[in-house]
C-alpha cells in the first residue's frame, strides 16, 4: 500500500470553551486533489492550518511523507522548525494572494527560492520558468498591481510550486475571483498540481471549485462528515 503524502489522527483543537477540531482523521495520497467544504465556523480554515503547520493542535498527529524520504512528524515540533518544514515541503495559496505589491511577478515566485539560498539567477529563472508554464509569459516583470486578479493568483500559484513541495495548501483560492476567472484560476491549480503528480488540500465554500477535486469532505462543529466522491 502506498504511503499517503499527508496522514492525520486524532486532531483536536480548542480556543477556550470552543472546540474548533473535535478529533480529526485525514489521509492524502500522493497526487490528490481534496476540497474540504461547510459553513463559517465549522472548523475548515482550522483544520487546514493544523495539517499546514501554521498552527499547533492541543493534541492529535500530522505526518507528511516527502518522496524518497522517511515521514515527518509535524506535531511538536518548535516554531522554527514548522517554519522549515513548511518551506520545504508545503505550498500555499491563498485568496488575497499575499504577493508583495514591491515586487515583480519573477521575484514574488522566486523568493521562496531565494529564502532557502538558491542563487537569485538560478531562483529567477526557475520562476521565471513557472511563469510561462502557467500562461504568464512576458508578464515577469510587472508588479502586482500591473495584473488582474486572475494573474496574480497564477502568480500566487507558481509561488507555492516554485520549490517542488509534494503538498499544496489553498484558501479560499478563487474567492475573489469572477466564476469565469474562478474557473481557469482552478484549472491552473490543478494543473500545477495533481497534473504534476503532487496532491492539493482546497477549503472552498463554492461547490463549483469543490466539484473539480477528487474528494470533496464536509466540515460541521470541528468533524469530518461522510465523504461525498466528486463527479
Not at 485525514?26 to 480554515?45: F, N
Not at 539567477?121 to 486578479?149: F, N, V
Request: hydrophobic share 45%; with cysteine.
Amino acid at each position: 500500500m502506498t504511503t499517503p503524502v499527508l496522514s492525520a489522527h486524532g486532531l483536536v483543537k480548542r480556543y477556550g470553551n470552543l472546540v474548533a477540531l473535535g478529533g480529526v482523521d485525514l489521509e492524502i495520497a500522493a497526487g490528490e486533489a481534496v476540497a474540504i467544504m461547510g459553513a463559517s465556523g465549522s472548523g475548515k480554515t482550522t483544520l487546514l492550518h493544523c495539517l499546514a503547520a501554521i498552527i499547533a493542535p492541543d493534541a492529535g498527529s500530522v505526518r507528511i511523507a516527502p518522496p524518497a524520504a522517511p515521514p515527518i512528524e509535524l506535531v511538536g515540533m518548535s516554531e522554527n522548525e514548522r517554519s522549515a518544514a513548511r518551506r520545504s515541503l508545503l505550498g500555499f495559496v491563498f485568496q488575497e494572494h499575499l504577493l508583495l505589491p514591491e515586487l515583480t511577478a519573477v521575484e514574488n515566485t522566486a523568493l521562496p527560492l531565494l529564502v532557502q539560498g538558491v542563487p537569485r539567477a538560478d531562483a529567477e529563472a526557475h520562476a521565471a520558468a513557472w511563469l510561462r508554464a502557467l500562461g504568464l509569459a512576458g508578464m515577469e516583470e510587472r508588479r502586482i498591481g500591473q495584473l488582474s486578479g486572475g494573474q496574480a493568483q497564477r502568480v500566487a500559484i507558481a509561488r507555492a510550486q516554485v520549490t517542488g513541495a509534494p503538498l499544496v495548501f489553498a484558501d479560499e483560492p478563487t474567492g475573489a475571483l469572477d466564476s469565469h476567472t474562478s474557473a481557469d484560476v482552478m484549472t491552473a491549480l490543478l494543473d500545477a498540481t495533481v497534473g504534476q503528480g503532487r496532491s492539493l488540500v482546497v477549503v472552498t465554500h463554492d461547490p463549483g471549485v469543490a466539484s473539480r477535486c477528487g474528494r470533496v469532505l464536509r466540515m460541521r462543529d470541528g468533524r469530518l462528515s461522510a465523504e461525498v466522491t466528486s463527479r
